[in-house]
Structures are given as C-alpha cells and as structure tokens.
C-alpha cells in the first residue's frame, strides 16, 4: 500500500524538505523537472529530430518546473519553446530563476500560441495547491491546449484539477502523461482528475515522508493481494469460516446467490442462507453448496456463524426491517463481524436509531445513491469529496464505510482511508455489488484463527475492495466490459487468489 497525500500534506512535506532539512527548492525543482525530462525521452528519443515541444508555463513554482523541463530538454538536442501565462509580476523567485537560467541557455519563448506546429505540450501552468475556478486568459488557453492533436504531458498535476478530490475546478488539461512528485495526489485517483491525468508516473524527487506529517491515505496495489494468507494445511471447512447470508425476498434470490457464490469463490467453508421459502429450489439448484434456512430460528443462525451479511435483496418490508434489526442486534451483542449491503443500507437510513447496533466489525458498502439515503445529502455533493464523504460516515457510526464508486474509496472509524484503482467500467453491471458483500464477507474469513498477524477490519475490507477489482479486471480481459456480468467477477476472484 502506498501513501497518498493532500494538497496540504504534499506541502508541509515539500516545507519539511527544504526549512526542516535544509535542501534548496531549487535542487528539488532540478530533480523534478529532470524527471519529467527522462520521462518525455522515454517516449520521443525515436522521434526526436521530428519533435517540436512548447512547455505552456504558470508564474508559480509549477511553472518553474516547466521552464526547466524546456531547457533540459533543448540542451539534449530537442526543439523546445516557451509561452509564459499569467501575470509576470506575480512570479515566484524559483521561476523567474528559471526563467534567467533558460534565458541564458537561449530557450526561445514565443508570444502567440501557434499551437498547430507542436507535437508535444506540455503543461505546468497550476500545480496542486489550485482550488479557485479557472477563468481568463488561463481558461482561454487550456481550451485551446484541449484541442489540439498533440502528445500531452502534465507536469505534477493536469492544470484545473482539485489535488484533494479530483475535481474539474471549471476547465481541465486532459493529458496523457502526468509525472507527479514524490506521491500520488489524491486527486488523480478519483475522478474525473483521475482521466485527465492519463498514465500517472510517481516520480522520486527527493520529497520523503516525515513524522512530522501523519499518513492517512493509502492506494492499494495490486501486489498487496499477497496480504491475504492461504488456507492452512491442517484446516477443515469450519477452519475456513461460516457465513450467514441474510438476503432475498419472496422470489428474489439473485442476490442471495451472487453474495454466497463471492464468498465461495475466495475460499469461504460454509455459506447458510437465511432467505425467504419461495426462494428454496431455485437457490438449491443453482448453488447446492450452500445451506438454506427457510425458518425464524435466528438465534441458532447466529450462534452458527462467524460472520454476518445483511441485506442483498432483502426488501423494504416491514417483516425485512424486522428481521434485519435483529440480526444487527444479535450480532452487536455477539460481537461478530457484519457486512451491511443494500436493502439492509436502505432501512438502516429509514431507522438512524439503529446506528447505536454498528461497530469497528461492521463494514457498510452504500453505492452513491444509499450513501444519499444514509446522510440525507444529494449525490451531487456527495461526488464533490468522495474522500471526506466516507470519513464522516465512518466517524458517524464507528463503523468501516466501502463507498463504492468507480473509484472506490473504504474509509475506518481511525480515520485511516483507502483508494483501490482496480476495476473497469464493465463492473457498473447488476449484482457487482452483491459480489462484492460475498468477497468482502470472505476475507474477512480469511483471517479468523489464522497464523498471521491480524490487520483490522478497516483494511481487511480494503483488501477485499482490491480483490474485486482485480476480479472485474480480469473478467473484462476475458468477456469486454460490454459483455461481462458479476458472474463473471466471481470467477475472476478465485483466479486472482490462484495466481497470486
């Protein structure tokens, strides 16, 4: 898992280098720049006598670093050019230091932007500490950068982007290529600055991680999924875990099924279903490998299981809110670990009294529109901080909150916040999410009784995130994310485990 960082954390970071340690700015705006200058050749040394480069440069020290990638550049044999935005009084000290030294290095700067006539651009106008709208000449010109048939670059972050939450702060440049320092910027994890980024590449500049900046934030790799433990020699089915799947209606039993067939497919022992009688035949047909309970005997149920999931197409009836208080009750009181998914999401914000029954073992897993019903907020303003969004829940209740997006983001009662960039657009399909409750339910599983040290439950469920994930990559290599359905993300999940 990587550290992501804040807009504010990236410069107290930056301060604790340069006041703290004693290195200057500058040198780390020279180890920067040469950064996205060996990232530019990577690409274009092939090409280079056919390459024209414009660096497009802000007055800041975002801008600084662009001066410095046009003048590394030219002195390596390419045809580069500067056009400078904004106004030149407002320069810090680090970029009109670059700007003498690119003088002195004879780096033509041009004044009208003919842009026709480049073939990469690369833009350093804002850096991460933008958080007004882009309006003027700036908006003028990131318009006409957007236009153009050209290789595009962004230098630490695309110009327009919120650092924090991704947000498009009134025009955005849409690159391909994005270098970012140090780490990555949590806005180019959650979109839509996470499309605007194009390829990210965190670059070492020299800025390192200090005590003095406490981390939060974390991306989870796919290399973490080596996190999970494999099943023990010497275990049995009951070593592997008992799951109790609280979910479907009178003849409503998809999400029953998918839930179980998650949990089966990463190496849960037992799955019960507690679901309704008309739903028998259907689930014993198409899952025989499951244990149905067609009856009212929850406390058995209970005592039976290591971990509880509620809610996968359950309903909103009075006899489902009945059942699923219940059962967060009991389980409280049983203090076993709780996976609550849709309906179950949906009466909880129709009943808040029930908040009191959630704990750190509970993992909620609201999509944007239950996160809605949950904190009585539209969707809009949910989208417009995804991040500090889950927090909130997650501090509300106590309990661990897997806001599912397409970027999704699990956030801990601690505080600590986890980013997955896995999936793929073929996963906005029905009964992902259900998948997603059985994956979850099933790592969790992974942990009980287990030879290994115990994280807790807040990244046990990011892990589970990342599993999906990569499930739903793997399903979309195989189907296209046209074609895939979530039986196909069940089937990716034990392939993931398999060759991991």
């Not at 106008?125 to 007004?132: A, K, P, Q, T």
């Not at 390192?208 to 790799?221: I, N, R």
């Not at 979910?247 to 037992?270: D, Q, T």
């Not at 956030?411 to 980013?419: E, F, L, R, S």
Request: glycine letters at 12%.
């Amino acid at each position: 898992m990587k550290q992501i960082v804040t807009c504010k954390e990236m410069k107290a970071l930056d301060g604790n280098m340069i006041e703290g340690i004693g290195i200057p700015s500058c040198v780390l705006m020279e180890r920067a720049a040469l950064k996205v200058a060996e990232e530019l050749e990577r690409t274009l040394a092939d090409k280079k006598q056919e390459e024209r480069i414009l660096c497009v440069c802000g007055s800041g020290n975002n801008g600084g670093d662009g001066v410095a990638v046009a003048r590394i550049l030219k002195l390596h044999g390419y045809r580069t050019s500067l056009y400078l935005v904004g106004n030149p009084d407002h320069r810090t000290v680090e970029m009109q230091r670059q700007l003498d030294i690119a003088a002195a290095c004879q780096v033509p700067v041009v004044n009208n932007l003919e842009t026709e006539e480049y073939t990469t651009i690369v833009d350093a106008i804002f850096g991460v500490g933008l958080s007004r709208p882009v309006e003027g000449s700036y908006r003028d010109v990131i318009m006409a950068l957007n236009q153009l048939n050209a290789w595009k670059v962004a230098v630490d972050i695309p110009s327009g982007v919120n650092g924090d939450t991704g947000a498009e702060l009134g025009i955005a440049f849409h690159a391909d290529l994005t270098v970012t320092f140090a780490f990555r910027k949590a806005g180019l994890c959650l979109y839509p600055g996470r499309k605007f980024a194009g390829k990210v590449i965190v670059a070492d500049v020299g800025i390192y991680a200090s005590d003095k900046v406490k981390p939060y934030l974390w991306q989870t790799e796919k290399t973490d999924i080596h996190f999970l433990p494999d099943k023990i020699v010497d275990g049995n089915k009951g070593t592997f875990g008992k799951i109790l799947v609280v979910a479907g209606s009178p003849g409503m039993c998809g999400a029953a099924y998918l839930s179980a067939s998650g949990a089966f497919a990463v190496g849960i022992g037992m799955v019960k279903i507690v679901t309704a009688e008309e739903n028998r035949i259907p689930l014993q047909t198409m899952l025989p490998e499951a244990m149905l309970d067609c009856g009212d005997d929850f406390a058995k149920d209970l005592d039976w299981c290591d971990i509880v999931v509620i809610g996968p197409g359950i309903g909103t009836t009075y006899q489902a809110a009945e059942k699923v208080q219940w059962f967060l009750e009991a389980a409280s009181g049983a203090a076993k670990p709780v996976i609550l998914d849709a309906d179950g999401l949906n009466l909880l914000a129709q009943h808040p009294e029930w908040k009191q029954y959630l704990t750190s073992r509970v993992v909620m897993t609201p999509h944007m529109g239950e996160m809605g019903r949950l904190t009585g907020k539209k969707v809009s303003e949910l989208q417009k901080d995804r991040i500090a969004a889950a927090k909130e829940l997650a501090a509300e209740t106590g309990a661990v909150c897997v806001l599912k997006d397409a970027c999704t983001v699990t956030a801990a009662p601690d505080g600590n916040t986890w980013i997955s960039l896995a999936g793929n657009p073929g996963m906005a399909t029905a009964g992902s999410g259900d998948v997603l409750t059985g994956i979850l339910a099933g790592v969790l599983a992974m942990f009980l009784n287990k030879r290994t040290e115990l994280p807790d439950t807040g990244r046990q469920a990011a892990l589970g995130v990342l599993l999906h994930g990569m499930a739903g990559d793997l399903a979309a290599k195989e189907k296209g994310t046209a074609g895939m359905k979530a039986g196909d993300i069940v089937r990716g999940a034990s392939e993931v485990l398999k060759n991991k």
